[in-house]
């Protein structure tokens, strides 16, 4: 309560707050009274509250009962993606090994994902990325190659071994989605698209939860907590860059808030330099900052022929900056004490 | 062109523009050279191109093909909305009157919702808001009466006779919200929701679409773009405010985004003092701000116990001060040239 | 405390409060404990308890000591400029009388000052503005006249009668501005620049403090608080527009910053809707809405030459332009119950 | 040229520019005219042009002359400090080194500045800091020991050979900050203090120039060029974090700032993830990602006692903590191939 707070209107919170069922303790210094309550789980009630007149502030103390806390989970979460797909058991996240994924922003066509899967496989990835459903800023930009897309992405899961993740963007699409990948992508628009959280979460799939461009990070572990309160257990997180006033890059990727999500949530959390600075020269200072700051691992965008991509093809490297990248990479992971997959010797089949 | 670019990247980029159909113009002045192409709708290939070798900057400029764009409809457009339920031909936005629409946050009850509109109908307010598909930054919130919350809207309708707007949330939903109201809704979170923007442009009701809260004014006038090219004519944008460094108040309401958009498109513009602010002592200000810069209207949340509502209450303007915001709006409506409607005196029937 | 804390950990918080001579009372419900004590002015022990292990939160709830606070002073400050220069007995802030202070951006000559101050003359302008020292981006841009703009301003003011407010950007010059002029500026770049604060608030002039181009309301009040911590009584607020992630506009002007202030502070606010918007069609629409919404006055760009103007010229009004603005602004100050001085129809003296 | 400008409209742009002796090449395609001209370093122009009746936009294209520009010197540039002071000739920013620079935020005693002195030296520190002019955001908080603080600082400059760098915020303090220092601080707040920033491009010191809060990457180069433009040839940019809607971390650390810089400019960057994130537990991971992506140094806060430090003791380091710190960070600095000095087993005299 404010320090000029009446009788009266200390009386008329308390009396608000039992009228929710709520039986508030109170505690007075001075000319400032502290009311204190058990956390009931209604933020409606708290804003309430603190527009009540005579009602300096209301504090609201997580409690322990969320599932993507580690008051709720002390130890590291570890998801494991694509155990049924390939040879070797899947991909982990949140373990020992630093996880690349990579691949184009979007699917085009079986000649450009096999290039772009022969490329990122030769250079270390242990997972594909490739959007099928691209949610585009313009009706007039290209949006996708869809279903179709899905079948070119499932193509290339079949011919490497390596689990696939795509993007799914509206909640009737989310079985067919499941069927075609290994895990599920909540874009950075579709972060409190909850209808979607809500039908992916539902869908069993290990999901690669994006943080929206202007979420908080407080907000980013509330839409996690839509995935797991619909049953999912194997959310990974991803930062991706904010919204900031500096024009100089695309987004403001914000790494602070992977150590700071790492120190709250049981997730793994992983970075994706590519979207969030949209220059391709800063994806690898980027890539190795993440490693060095505890990310469990990378999504990047990768095309071999960047300058005929149909959607981001600004941001992507090509082959050969992949591999450099992937080289640079390696001796900054192990300084953190953790591993990287090796570079693959052997061809891949063609489809 | 940089001023060091070379001849083999000034070449390269224009190979790579060629290569996409695009036949370039060049100029040279001292040491810089611009290439002038007409617009080609592609914006990944503007991003290619930035991001090539010797490369500047690619300028875009936005042109007249635009469904939102003042160069496409210099006029302004007036927005119908629910002429076939009201007795006065429905609301219009765009034209000389101000349009307040209010109601309630979330629709709750029979009894909260006649009490609602009773308060918004005596004091002047020509719309009815309310919604029953509630996105709530936590699971544990609220989340809405869903269908059931519709039928009570619909009765409010009937009983009063004025038009409703209601968000819709899912592309699932859409068929039955717009049977049950006037206009649809797309709130903040959904405006890059493209899924739901392609089935709400589909429905051909009129919609109401709010600014992304890190929406570039671009950025919304392309998400209208989308409503528009499904076939939507009737778009009413709405400025709710943006996320700025300031923890004063939820969001920071942006004003000058409501005097540029008009500039920039045909299409009608109202604010959300409400859930701008977040702080029910400045929506009476903001209101006044809105009319005097030529925002078309304001949708602001009426709750008649707030004390006890069950969704964004503590912003909620009760009954009274409600109609003291109407009395101290209507001078300043008048001020600059439109008109407001008169508070009604007669009562409503009961439901 | 966190739910989780031990004994150890609030002992050693209690400690470290004592170490400072704070005795905290403290009050437990289930396993949260909170601590509260008087305010003790020591941001840094808050920030240090904030980080102790254990500790949840420090909330600080603003005491009524603050000199700028409504708790000191509950009625508006009226503060009057340039009494002894003016017959009208000077401009006064935070009266009745909505007051419209305009001026080129920069003193740049007598021909120019002259017929700048012969345009807002004769609209209703009752204060003049010119910038001598001009803060700017850029070593190569124009830098302002210095002394011999302080002179030119000066022999406005005396031919025109009207007090005059000009930017002091470093302690030394306080005193020569002060001499030359009647209102000494704080420009945007400088809120925190302490020493300058401390020596304009001790110069006895009053002050036009604007807000930080990133400053929140509780950083800009705290500014003023040097101010009439140092023994001026006489601070004028002024919202410039904040950074934000929108290019459309120069700054995002956040008008809400003016009502919440208005309710925090007993200062007089005014707006500036120039440098605000940087955009001369927005400062109409931004000048009627902040007579709307509650501010004391305008400071506006107006330049009778812009296409010559050495600076910020692209957003300065034309004497034909602020005219019309001076007439559509009468109405809304009107509507909300304010003055707004006449235009005049004498022609002032030739220098 | 807007798609719609009119040949007078045109003519009338060519002419103002005229006006100002730019002689402009005009080149058409379709509906668009485009205008070239060398830079004329007159931001003011652009901006008077741009908003021109039928202007569509103005570019400005950064020429090859400004002092930190890659355009004016390709490689990088290494600012030695202290070589006068220590044995060892100096630390050097930008070259095979990775600087760590560390102390306590502010100056209390001798007793204070030993001990954390003799902590960071033993850890492998090459370079003391120290605050005795501190810039608070309010009036009440600890605002340094000035003259007294630079005598305290002094003594450890001399006792540990290490060279010190200060903060000075006001330019009548330079002459007694340069004498006493070995690199004078130019803080966030004061960036854009054009004056100090004059005087201390003048005091011929190394400066370490901070970033705005709320500072883009440009204003940050331009605040550097005004120093380079009085003559100083030594600078070192140091991010901190800007401005953001998360209130997770007190400020955003950007790290692709950092590695952006360091292409646009040939002069030193580093890192200072104590003030950006103001969290103790994120400074190593953020002091470990800032070595990853190419920063040439850190400046850390470092406090014996941080439980009663008079000044942001809430995100300084304890000797252990800092210790551990730099035993992690070398691996990750030997992994981008630099090298990191190592820690010093002989103690340290006693004042």
Redesign the interface.
């Known amino acids: 309560m ?3 707070a009446t009788r009266e209107q200390l009386d008329s919170v308390i009396r ?1 707050l039992q ?2 069922g709520v039986d508030p ?1 109170s ?1 007075t ?2 000319d ?1 009274t ?1 009311l ?3 956390e009931v ?4 009630l708290a ?2 509250v ?3 007149p005579g009602v ?2 209301v ?1 609201i ?1 997580p ?2 009962q969320r599932l993507t806390s580690r ?1 709720f989970r002390a130890d590291a979460t570890e998801v494991t993606v694509g155990s049924e797909a390939g040879s070797a058991g899947g991909t982990v996240f949140g373990g020992t090994e630093f996880v690349v994924i990579a691949g184009p922003c979007a699917v085009e066509s079986t000649t450009q994902m096999s290039a772009a899967a022969d490329a990122v496989v030769a250079a270390g990835a242990v997972m594909l990325r490739g959007g099928a459903f691209k ?9 996708g190659l869809g279903l179709a897309g899905l079948a070119l992405l499932a193509e290339q899961r079949k011919r490497t071994g390596l689990p696939v993740v795509t993007e799914v ?4 699409d989310v079985e067919s989605v499941a069927e075609e990948s290994d895990m599920l992508q909540i874009g950075t ?2 972060m ?5 959280l809500r039908a992916v979460g539902a869908s069993g799939r290990p999901v690669l939860l994006k943080r929206g ?2 979420a ?4 980013w572990l ?1 839409a996690a ?2 995935l797991m ?1 619909m049953g999912t257990r194997d959310v990974v997180l991803c930062e991706r860059g ?8 695309r987004f ?9 999500a790492k ?1 709250l949530t049981h997730l793994p959390v992983i970075v994706d330099p590519s979207h ?7 994806v690898a ?2 890539s ?7 990310a469990d691992g990378l999504i990047i965008d990768v095309h071999t022929d ?10 992507a490297l090509g082959a050969e900056q992949f591999s450099t990248l992937m080289g ?1 990479l390696r ?2 992971v ?3 004490g953790r591993t990287l997959s090796p570079p693959r010797s052997h061809s891949l089949a063609q489809v």
């Open positions: 404010r320090s000029r608000l009228g929710h303790k505690s210094l001075a400032i502290v204190i309550t058990e789980g209604t933020p409606d804003a309430v603190e527009n009540s300096e502030r504090v103390i409690g322990a008051h949610p585009r800023t313009s009706p007039y930009s290209f949006q963007v509206t909640p009737s628009r579709n409190q698209n909850f209808d979607l461009m202007s908080t990070i407080e907000e509330l907590e839509y309160h904010i919204r900031s006033f500096d024009p100089s890059t403001t990727l914000d790494l602070s808030a992977v150590a700071e120190r969030s600075t949209g220059r391709p020269h800063l200072p980027m190795l900052a993440a490693a060095a700051c505890g960047a300058g005929h991509a149909m959607c981001d093809g600004a941001q640079r001796p900054v192990e300084a953190v």
